[in-house]
């Protein structure tokens, strides 16, 4: 058991130094943002108490808060996030699928199960995200196609996370 929370402690970290480090810098036409550190909430195991992912998420989004001096704005989309992850799962998985321990990665859970899960979650955060940073819908298509073309960056570099990290030994 400390194994997984060591592992879990360690993803978060490299989640966190990859975003504040790298991708809070990309900024591509002011439409492209990718939030990559929501992928650590996304790869929680499945069986993890739901008031554990709300933690985990609140701590995450906190940590990003405080690098990006932003406070309470990423805490709130990822605590949002981690809130509607079990209800996304039990919608998109019937119970012969999970097993206990599994991941829900592209490997242990297919292509179509997964893609559809990372869209659900990703587009969520990224849409909570950035309608509470103009707290307006004034520009309420300008600030939608920014957070769609920020999921689906984000989408990308958690395709592209799922074939570094999590390959058949992380089963």
């Known amino acids: 058991m400390s194994k997984r929370i060591l592992t879990h402690v360690l993803q978060s970290i490299l989640f966190i130094a990859a975003q504040v480090l790298i991708f809070n810098h990309i900024n591509l036409g002011g439409y492209v943002n990718p939030y990559i550190y929501i992928i650590f909430i996304l790869m929680l195991p499945l069986e993890l108490p739901g008031w554990l992912v709300l933690i985990n998420g609140f701590l995450l989004g906190l940590t990003i808060d405080i690098f990006t001096h932003v406070p309470g704005l990423h805490a709130s989309a990822t605590v949002f996030t981690a809130f509607i992850r079990p209800f996304i799962i039990n919608r998109i998985t019937t119970n012969k699928e999970i097993e206990p321990g599994i991941r829900p990665s ?66």
């Open 106 to 171: 592209l490997l242990n859970m297919g292509q179509r199960w997964f893609l559809l899960y990372a869209i659900l979650m990703i587009t969520s955060h990224h849409i909570i995200l950035f309608f509470l940073e103009v707290l307006s819908f004034k520009q309420f298509f300008n600030t939608l196609s920014q957070a769609l073309l920020s999921s689906l960056t984000t989408l990308v570099l958690a395709y592209i996370s799922q074939y570094l990290f999590y390959s058949k030994r992380s089963k």
